[in-house]
């Protein structure tokens, strides 16, 4: 079945790294991504990774994926307060639709 | 990059009467659009699968005939919502995809219904 877990809250120190993890169960998964919605807006494609990709850098952004535990991670470099939203791990299933994860708050503080 | 205009951005409905959604792509053709559904501090959950020129695939526990979808061009996907009950207040999120899944999906800025 189709099941997309994250943590649900996480706070970080302006400057700090923050690591998002996502773990999912469908081995047929094709493409991840990661989302990032702010309060009362749609979602904003942040970065995907490939399934048959270990990692992939865009800027402060690393993607990490470990299909054999079929975990998930972003990580935010230098994180700042304008980073302060719900991130959603998504799979794509047989490139067809979008399953999301639980949506993890992440919460930057000066 | 990809653009998804979503409308309305919010809206205000009686008991009983009925609400549009639009969701366009703006810069690319769209074949298919999919329409989620967000309780508040909730993931989003996917409600159906729109397909232009044809019917829309919905998924298992989602009312076909109170939440009414229409594809009628690669640009424009419509969800109605009939005679709206306070249950049917929540976040509605619209998303097309491109052509190829690299490209991602892109969303919609939502559609706050409150039914009153």
């Known amino acids: 079945g189709e099941d997309v877990e994250q943590s649900l809250f996480l706070s970080v120190r302006e400057g700090d790294s923050s690591v998002i993890n996502c773990t999912y169960t469908?081995?047929?998964?094709?493409?991840l991504y990661w989302y990032k919605q702010e309060p009362g807006a749609g979602l904003q494609l942040l970065t995907y990774?490939?399934?048959?990709?270990d990692m992939k850098q865009d800027q402060r952004l690393t993607v990490l994926l470990n299909k054999k535990d079929k975990h998930l991670s972003l990580r935010i470099a230098d994180t700042q307060t304008g980073d302060s939203a719900i991130y959603f791990c998504a799979e794509s299933i047989n490139t067809d639709k979008l399953i999301f994860g639980t949506g993890t708050r992440l919460q930057v503080f000066p | 990059g990809a653009v998804v205009s979503q409308h309305p951005s919010r809206v205000i409905c009686k008991s009983g009467t009925s609400v549009k959604i639009e969701c366009r792509s703006l810069d690319f053709q769209a074949t298919t659009m999919f329409w989620y559904r967000q309780f508040p501090k909730q993931s989003l959950m996917l409600m159906a699968t729109s397909n232009e020129g044809s019917k829309a695939t919905y998924e298992q526990g989602v009312e076909k005939d109170k939440f009414l979808i229409n594809h009628a061009s690669l640009t424009l996907s419509t969800l109605t919502v009939t005679s709206a009950h306070p249950e049917d207040s929540s976040f509605y999120i619209c998303s097309a995809r491109e052509r190829t899944p690299q490209n991602g999906y892109t969303f919609g800025s939502g559609t706050r219904l409150t039914v009153v």
């Open positions: 990774i490939f399934s048959n990709m």
């Open positions: 469908d081995s047929s998964s094709t493409y």
